[in-house]
């Protein structure tokens, strides 16, 4: 094997220098571009692009949708950056932290010509790093040699594309016994990604048996709500159900998964409540950044329970999604276990649009 980095390891190179504002080269058969993370875009690095050819903003359809902005290539839409953009331009139309004060962004122009798969994939890469959903790109004509010169990350997106496609490899860490004082005696496994994402946990309670089905719960990571009682969300106290419920009945398996905001990360999940209080709501505040209602991987879980032995569950959960992707992975589930905790007045319109929009059963 040799000593330089798989293509995995280049994905997570790319991931690192994006958050940093270091652009990366992308290219695809012949075909290659230079991309930048829209919200790490510094004055000089916006003129280096400049330099190499005509500039374009990409960002996802439901950012577009706000903006009015025509998405020719389906879930994605090319905007062409004016000759008198500056970073702040790009920034204003990638972050919708000033929409409603300066609504009238455009005209804004899309491109419709062209393959726009690489411009695609600036999108995935930002997205999978916790930033906003959208990428300064520019077509190059010689993208190795430009990578090389410039010290860039070089991804070759036919060979990343299977790997994004597949949910992350989770190799087991260390597990130790664990005294909790909502769920008495257990142990703690900690599973670190492949691709060098977020760590993610399974928390036996009591000794679960591996031969009926297992009282489980997938529970996304809330900082706000797991760790500071934030009454905007049901979080911590479902959290705190679970493992009580799981007590009770003397064994159960939590999944704790490093799924901030729904998958979007506790920065974008932050500018979503900024314009919660702005008067969207939650699916309205993801869309108008550019994100899906929900931006998880429930195939996580699923490879979790199997790695530790378990192929049917119990699952506590209010949301059939949860329930469609443990089955489609392998994860037979006996029975829905309904969780109600946690709601109150700040909350109430957060759970009734998780009911009306997003099918929770609540």
């Given at each position: 094997m040799p000593l330089g980095p798989s293509i995995v390891e280049c994905l997570n190179r790319a991931r690192a220098d994006l958050r940093m504002g270091v652009p990366v080269v992308l290219t695809r058969g012949a075909a290659g571009v230079i991309a930048v993370a829209a919200e790490e875009l510094s004055s000089d690095r916006f003129e280096r692009m400049r330099a190499l050819g005509a500039v374009t903003l990409v960002i996802t359809r439901r950012r577009a949708e706000t903006l009015k902005a025509r998405a020719y290539d389906g879930d994605i839409a090319r905007i062409k950056v004016p000759l008198d953009a500056t970073p702040a331009w790009v920034s204003a139309i990638a972050d919708p932290a000033d929409d409603l004060r300066a609504p009238m962004k455009g005209p804004l122009q899309s491109a419709r010509d062209g393959d726009a798969a690489l411009h695609r994939a600036a999108i995935t890469l930002a997205k999978s790093a916790r930033l906003l959903p959208a990428a300064l790109v520019v077509n190059v004509t010689s993208p190795a040699s430009l990578a090389a010169a410039e010290g860039l990350t070089l991804i070759n997106w036919d060979k990343a594309l299977p790997e994004l496609s597949e949910a992350a490899v989770l190799h087991p860490v260390i597990s130790a016994r664990?005294?909790?004082?909502?769920?008495?005696?257990?142990?703690?496994?900690?599973?670190?990604?492949?691709?060098?994402?977020?760590?993610?946990?399974?928390?036996?309670?009591?000794?679960?048996?591996?031969?009926?089905?297992?009282?489980?719960?997938?529970?996304?990571?809330?900082?706000t709500g797991d760790l500071l009682g934030s009454l905007k969300c049901d979080c911590g106290p479902q959290l705190h159900a679970a493992m009580s419920m799981m007590r009770a009945e003397g064994a159960g398996m939590l999944l704790y998964l490093n799924q901030e905001g729904r998958g979007i990360g506790l920065a974008n999940k932050m500018r979503a409540y900024s314009l919660q209080d702005q008067g969207f709501d939650t699916v309205e505040a993801n869309h108008r950044l550019g994100f899906e209602d929900d931006e998880r991987d429930?195939?996580?879980?699923?490879?979790?329970?199997?790695?530790?032995?378990?192929?049917?569950?119990?699952?506590?959960?209010?949301?059939?999604?949860?329930?469609r992707m443990m089955e489609a992975n392998g994860v037979a589930v006996a029975e829905r276990v309904p969780i109600k905790a946690g709601r109150g007045p700040l909350n109430d319109s957060y759970l009734t649009t998780k009911a009306t929009k997003s099918g929770h059963l609540l």
């Open positions: 664990l005294p909790m004082a909502l769920a008495g005696v257990g142990r703690l496994h900690v599973f670190r990604p492949e691709d060098g994402g977020e760590e993610h946990y399974a928390i036996e309670i009591g000794q679960p048996p591996r031969d009926r089905p297992v009282l489980a719960r997938l529970h996304s990571a809330c900082f429930f195939r996580l879980g699923a490879a979790l329970l199997k790695r530790l032995g378990f192929a049917t569950v119990r699952l506590l959960t209010n949301n059939p999604a949860k329930i």
